[in-house]
């Protein structure tokens, strides 16, 4: 469902484009599609497909949103698959074997050769991709909030330690360990609390 303002003029008398409102429902069988892709890409993990190449499909798909006249409607959602490859390669974040895996399961989406919508058809090929990146945010919306806070902390404490003259390599670990045992702690338990509610959930992060 779409619905749009009356069509305006500026002060030429020419139509000016308008913002357009847009709706999608997704059946369940789309959302089945997408976990699907999600527990096959578990299945592959390690021994058929490396978490290098899952990991570099994702951000040449990134590179796109950036450097391809995409709708921005489409850029700006995959664009938010960013955070996800930072979550997996930042050492010092320190996720599980598991969700590092239940990641890199949720990217391999990104590497599947059979797209819901092929990749070249003009205008909408990453139409299908941009719908996954933004579902998968939504479902990982605790673990996203938890890790930008984590980075939000750090930059600010380094800002202040070097502000002091001090060294932000000195005891960094102490100073990091800290804040991140509390966001995982808070991250987790609100995974927990969030299977239990109504709707819709993918199966992510489950083993963690």
């Known amino acids: 469902m779409c619905s749009s303002d009356p069509p305006a003029k500026n ?3 020419e139509f000016v484009t308008m913002p357009i409102e847009l709706t999608i429902t997704l059946s369940d069988e789309d959302l089945q599609r997408f976990q699907d892709s999600i527990d096959k890409g578990e299945q592959l993990l390690d021994n058929i497909v490396p978490t290098a190449d899952i990991e570099e499909a994702a951000a040449e798909l990134i590179g796109k949103a950036q450097s391809l006249q995409l709708p921005e409607f489409i850029a700006e959602r995959l664009l938010k698959l960013q955070v996800l490859l930072n979550m997996v390669q930042d050492s010092e974040w320190q996720l599980t074997t598991a969700e590092c895996r239940s990641i890199h399961s949720v990217l391999y989406y990104f590497i599947e050769p059979n797209d819901v919508i092929p990749d070249d058809i003009p205008g909408i090929g990453y139409l299908d991709d941009a719908l996954y990146a933004e579902l998968v945010c939504q479902q990982l919306s605790h673990e996203i909030k938890s890790y930008q806070e984590f980075c939000e902390f750090r930059k600010a404490e380094e800002s202040r330690r070097k502000a002091s003259g001090l060294d932000t390599h000195v005891g960094r670990e102490d100073w990091i360990a800290s804040k991140r045992a509390q966001l995982h702690a ?7 609390l969030s299977k239990g509610g109504r709707g ?6 489950e083993s963690a």
Request: charged share 45%; hydrophobic share 30%.
């Open 11 to 13: 002060q030429n008398n």
């Open 186 to 192: 808070r991250m987790r338990e609100r995974r927990t």
């Open 200 to 205: 819709f959930r993918m199966r992510l992060l």
